[in-house]
């Protein structure tokens, strides 16, 4: 509210300490303006009513009984969420694995990204121009941006897909050309190539080979222990409900040992589905790995577990 408050006198505006002063009364104790104050609990009472008058007229049904107090109570509570949330960034930026690498070099060309696209622009770029790595990608610091952006003439964004860090730098007002999905694409993954033509740089094609090159069928892994299991599988006759993973490679031959595969975690809570419809004599295996045990499949079984099924 104070910056909504002007001093009647001079028409800066006013400082609030508990209560009302003018600016300048406030910093120098000298001025010819009002050397009084306006009481904060005086103020917002009158504002108060006049709330309640506006909410009366407007929506005749709504309780207006709230009081001075109540919004005491709720600036105090704001405060209170605002120290929390500091803390909370300060903690995520200060963690190791969230921390941001900041890769200044003497250019007036930089770039913000993040994850694989990182690589990319490495392998581009080099050490030609500044670059600043986000390890944490929400929320952003935007302190690190501000610092990042402070010397630079021009900057840009390279993230896949939808342009979150892109939208969030050109909200900060940085006075500089922000570029972004103005000329990378919004789709699909990148690579070296795409990178290079989206900043106007050679780039090698492709070479066409004059033989074709005999088809490959995916495999596992020589020695992999997985080849094992899916073995044994296929020779008890059981039916497989497979996830996704390198392990999907059981439902090709010569394995053959899956039978369905639908997304990531399904496989627990198909294996649920299929005994509820098969009975009891239905024989039945559900294969996962452990990322995808941990991305969703842990509430299918936490679902078997409860229904005891």
Known sequence: MANKLYCAECGRTL???KNFYCKINYKTGESPCFKGSLKAN????????KVKEFISADIPECKSDFSFSDIVKIESEITCLKEEKAQIFELLFSNSITQSEF???????GIITSSTSYQYIKEVFGDSVSILKLGLVFPISEKLIKSFASNLEELYVVEELDPIIENYCKSLNLQIPIH????LPVCGEFSQNIIKKAFNLPFAEGKKLSQEIPVRPPIMCAGCPHRGMFYALNKL???VLGDI???TLGSVAPLSAMDTTLCMGASLSSLHGWNKAGGSTSKTVAVIGDSTFIHSGMTGLASIAYNQS
């Open 180 to 183: 972004g999905k103005d000329i």
């Open 237 to 239: 006759k059981v039916t």
């Open 103 to 109: 890769e200044k070099q003497n250019s007036k060309i």
């Open 245 to 247: 993973g390198c392990y």
């Open 15 to 17: 400082k609030r300490n």
């Open 42 to 49: 005086i103020l917002y009472k009158a504002v108060l009513e």
